[in-house]
């Protein structure tokens, strides 16, 4: 009976748009958030159609097999591509997550894909790049496509983004109905930001479905956007000023994820550090919280943090790094040792204030693993700049170092900026490189026995992959038995970028999940839906297809 009084108001509804049939159809619906549209939850489970208006068809001669352009979503196979960071890919997780519990079938294979779903970068040019060369191989391939991430979110009007449909950054949680009106061949554009009594939020809700890449690897976004203002920096552009979740919501998050078997979170955002200073918080209190959390064996890594905000927290920033649950392991990007580069970069800090962060962790969390980013050929740099910046390299020999060329983003005030030759750019990338490859990290470790975290599969899938406590990659053979385990390694070689373990003999093998983890491809946070929820998002999409198909009926019989 419920279903059929749904359709009966379905058919009602129909009946009372017909006046509008002539009307000309709305291709882009630009987003805009007030005190009436429903909640994000209300949207997920009782989501508000967007009923288009009727299309024009010519008359079919008589005899001919009916054709209309109704099409039922919910139905189709979704390919989803993430470039960038790892709030980009958790973004990602999200979108595919909701996108499966809906009814869509999501696919790795693109060729089988109906829609694909491009979750874009803008830190370099060659990541918009790919983004855009895959936007045009989907529409040689007949794909239907929508957008997200920051390229859409800060520049919508490129021309080659013209009439795709665009999830903003804030608005993953309404990833379903932008995607069911683009299979409907609909251009729907979502850009707006979330806020609450005027402030604004750090995003969708924590809680939504979602499917991990990896089972065992909760990605948490604790914040979005900064404080800071870099002159080279589009991703400003797309995520804005800090905003940040509260600690009740990412504690819960964290403890949703261990009983769905996960063993290992990474905290994300694009600056750890500031975290809290919107909701008069700090990053410390969150992590002490968080810590309470962590069953024994699983492990916590925080994420990218800048110089300036965490000198603020290094005694505290030094005991929870040294806790038992937490890795020894920070990423603190220093971008350039010259202090006039980092004046024209609008860094906030001198090289003086990375180099105290770096040498109190050293001495207070022993055997920390810091990892560091420079930018090479940054306007105006000169070759006493880029020594300054190879002879911190040289004094610190950072196990992990992220070397990136310059390349000026439109619309950054670097991009204004007189660069430096193109030549010049590549022979300074070329020697930081070869001077980071001088030297073997790991090298004196072996020998050592140590405990590592088994999550991964290495890239050419003959080892698993685990993590010591200062979070260095360890090889171990790949036996099932060991994927999620914290197991004891004895290390036997060492690589520039890894070891190999070789398992202790009768050695306890820990396992941390207190819960089985999920499989791959399997959404979380499902449980939480009701089974009448999931059957009325079914009944929803026939509705959708019904509604269409008698607009067509009518509009034809208009005509005769």
């Known amino acids: 009976m419920r279903i059929i009084k749904v359709l009966h108001c379905s058919v009602l509804y129909v009946s009372q748009i017909m006046a509008s049939a002539c009307d000309s159809p709305v291709d882009d619906i630009e987003d805009m958030v007030t005190s009436h549209d429903p909640t994000p939850h209300e949207r997920q489970f009782a989501r508000r159609n967007i009923v288009p208006r009727p299309r024009k068809h010519k008359l079919q001669p008589a005899g001919e097999e009916l054709q209309t352009d109704s099409v039922i979503p919910g139905t189709q196979k979704i390919w989803v591509r993430t470039w960038g960071c790892s709030h980009n890919s958790s973004d990602g997780e999200y979108m595919a997550g909701q996108l499966a519990a809906s009814g869509y ?31 045009k191989k989907a529409q040689e391939q007949n794909k239907k496509v929508v957008v997200a991430g920051c390229v859409p979110q800060a520049q919508p009007r490129t021309d080659y983004l013209k009439e795709l449909s665009i999830i903003g950054v804030q608005q993953i949680d309404r990833v379903v109905e932008v995607v069911d009106e683009a299979i409907k061949g609909h251009s729907v554009r979502l850009l707006g930001q979330k806020k609450e009594k005027g402030k604004r939020l750090g995003g969708a809700r924590l809680d939504l479905p979602k499917i991990r890449k990896n089972p065992l690897i909760e990605i948490i976004s604790i914040n979005t956007g900064c404080l800071n203002a870099c002159t080279y920096c589009k991703t400003k552009h797309a995520r804005g000023d800090l905003a940040s979740y509260s600690i009740e919501e990412l504690v819960e998050r964290a403890r949703q994820s261990f009983q769905e078997g996960v063993c290992e ?28 959390e962590i069953p024994e064996g699983a492990m916590l890594r925080l994420g990218m943090t800048n110089p300036p905000y965490i000198l603020e927290h290094l005694e505290e920033m030094g005991r929870i790094l040294q806790h038992p649950r937490v890795y020894s392991f920070l990423h603190v990007p220093v971008q350039s040792a010259s202090d006039s580069v980092l004046m024209d970069m609008k860094r906030e800090y001198c090289c003086a204030d990375f180099r105290r962060v770096v040498d109190f962790l050293k001495e207070r969390v022993p055997g920390i693993t810091i990892a560091t980013d420079i930018i090479c050929g940054f306007p105006g740099e000169t070759d006493e700049d880029f020594e300054q910046t190879m002879e911190l390299v040289r004094q610190y020999r950072f196990p992990s170092l992220f ?6 983003r439109p619309g950054t005030p670097a991009a204004k900026m007189e660069q430096v030759p193109a030549h010049v750019k590549k022979q300074r990338t070329k020697e930081l490189s070869a001077l980071f490859h001088t030297y073997k990290p790991y090298d004196h470790k072996i020998g ?46 060492a690589g520039k970028h890894y070891m190999k373990g070789q398992p202790v003999e009768d050695a306890r093998v820990f396992t941390p999940s207190i819960a089985q983890p999920l499989q791959k491809g399997q959404v979380s946070g499902l449980p939480q839906v009701s089974l009448l929820d999931r059957l009325n998002m079914n009944i929803s999409h026939y509705i959708d297809g019904l509604i269409i198909i008698l607009v067509w009926f009518e509009e034809r019989r208009s005509l005769c």
């Open 403 to 408: 070397i990136n060329q310059f390349y000026p």
């Open 448 to 493: 050592e026995r140590q405990r590592v975290l088994v999550t991964e599969e290495s890239f050419d899938s003959q080892h698993y992959v685990a993590h010591n406590k200062f979070y260095e990659q360890v090889l171990v053979p790949k036996k099932p038995e060991f994927k999620g385990k914290m197991i004891e390694v004895d290390i036997y070689e």
């Open 265 to 292: 979170i990474w905290l994300t955002s694009e600056d750890t550090g500031a975290y809290g200073r919107d909701i008069g918080t700090d990053l410390p209190s969150l992590l002490w919280e968080l810590v309470k």
């Open 105 to 135: 079938k999501i696919t790795e294979n693109p060729a089988d894909a109906d829609l694909w779903l491009l979750n874009s970068c803008t830190v370099k040019n060659p990541a918009e790049d790919h983004f855009r060369n895959s936007i």
